[in-house]
């Protein structure tokens, strides 16, 4: 029940995140995000390596999609509180962090598995984004950023699913430890 909890949830905060900055009202995209991250914190039974993969998950937004806009290659609906990449395209790939664990941890230290669905998936879902709710805009011309994308997206995910394996290992051996070596 958690793994499906939590890939509905990450696809529902998705929608709401690209429809809601679409709109020009980021901040119901933000707080669902937030919603969504409090929530599987709260039942989580991987809490440490969560946050490790929200801060690791947040580096990653800020420098794949910080690039992006850097060059010029997106353009983004509701662009206030940039950094540079909107804040609300940094609360989605936080949310995103929150499936690591959870529906994603099929990924973790499969870096080869990793890296293809995050070469493939990554770009989709900011087409979807584009051309379904005009949140991103490509400019033209708009291979480059999709290039970009993928290689981003594949490098990201490949190494968050080696992170996330290290810490699913660390966290196992800290609970098998006697808690005096602790």
């Not at 394996?165 to 966290?171: I, M």
């Amino acid at each position: 029940m958690r793994f499906w909890a939590n890939l509905v949830g990450y696809q529902l905060v998705w929608f709401v995140i690209v429809i809601s900055a679409s709109r020009g009202q980021p901040w119901l995209g933000i707080a669902a995000s937030l919603v969504f991250i409090v929530l599987q914190t709260f039942t989580s039974t991987t809490r440490k390596s969560d946050m490790r993969a929200l801060l690791a998950t947040f580096i990653c937004g800020f420098l794949l999609d910080g690039a992006l806009v850097a060059v010029g290659w997106l353009h983004y609906a509701s662009p206030l509180l940039s950094l540079p990449a909107p804040v609300w395209i940094l609360a989605l790939w936080m949310a995103f962090a929150m499936t690591l664990n959870h529906s994603m941890a099929f990924l973790r230290g499969k870096t080869v598995m990793a890296a293809l669905l995050g070469g493939i998936g990554g770009p989709l879902a900011y087409l979807g984004a584009a051309r379904g709710f005009n949140a991103v805009i490509f400019v033209a011309p708009a291979w480059h950023a999709i290039a970009l994308l993928a290689i981003g997206w594949a490098i990201a995910l490949a190494a968050l699913a080696v992170l996330t394996q290290r810490w699913a290992v660390e966290s196992t051996e800290s609970t098998l430890q006697p808690e005096h070596m602790q």
